[in-house]
């Protein structure tokens, strides 16, 4: 069974920029969510996803959004990038989000870097 | 809102030894989960606790909850070098994809 998938692995932009990361769920699985990884700030959470839908957002600004397609995929967009956006992204899903005793599922996530 | 912390934040330890990785949280927690990061790679799920006095073991690592206290622990037996990793625990209110995740305990076993 395929895992969580993220492309592009590595992107380099530049201040002001904007970038869609994207993130293929495991098959059957309905809820995607969203993670930023930091050596300052640790692991925060961005945003979930199920059903098309957004159901949880974290406390980042409005350039950050995503959607979710009707496949279960989604993409995450950052406008107007800034130096502090340099981060791991990460996309973990998970059948419904509901589930008790299923933890969720991380991709390797896409390293951004924005010079 | 929820607030996760671990302890230590860095564990230098030699194979063989044993050691404990600790992990707080403030509000009631509706799950714990464990997880290990390698250098450049993603998060790899370990332990799920669900309640009270939940204990689950997978080779030499053993997780347990304690809800009242509000702790978890992540217990190390016998460590080997293949243990070295960055080791998370985190908790979550309400729907289980916003997890708030611990600093992080980096785990170096030396020979």
């Known amino acids: 069974k395929a895992g969580v998938t993220q492309t592009p692995r590595y992107l380099i932009k530049t201040r002001g920029q904007q970038v869609t990361l994207s993130c293929s769920p495991i098959s059957g699985h309905r809820s995607v969510s969203w993670y930023q990884q930091t050596p300052g700030q640790g692991l925060q959470f961005l945003f979930e996803y199920f059903s098309e839908t957004q159901r949880n957002k974290g406390n980042f600004p409005g350039r950050f959004s995503g959607r979710q397609f009707s496949n279960s995929r989604s993409e995450m967009n950052v406008s107007t990038l800034e130096l502090g956006d340099s981060a791991l992204y990460l996309c973990a899903s998970s059948l419904d989000g509901q589930a008790n005793n299923s933890p969720l599922h991380f991709g390797n996530g896409t390293r951004l870097t924005v010079t | 809102e929820l607030k996760v912390e671990q302890n230590p934040l860095f564990l230098s330890m030699q194979e063989g030894k044993n050691y404990t990785i600790y992990c707080n949280y403030s509000?009631?927690?509706?799950?714990l989960y464990w997880y290990r990061q390698d250098p450049g790679k993603s998060l790899e799920s370990l332990f799920v606790?669900?309640?009270?006095?939940a204990v689950k073991q997978e080779g030499r690592l053993m997780a347990s909850l304690d809800t009242k206290a509000r702790l978890s622990t992540l217990h190390i037996t016998a460590a080997v070098h293949d243990l070295s990793a960055t080791y998370f625990c985190a908790g979550v209110t309400g729907t289980a994809s916003k997890l708030t995740f611990g600093t992080g305990t980096r785990l170096q076993v030396t020979l």
């Open positions: 509000t009631t927690s509706d799950r």
């Open positions: 606790l669900l309640s009270n006095g």
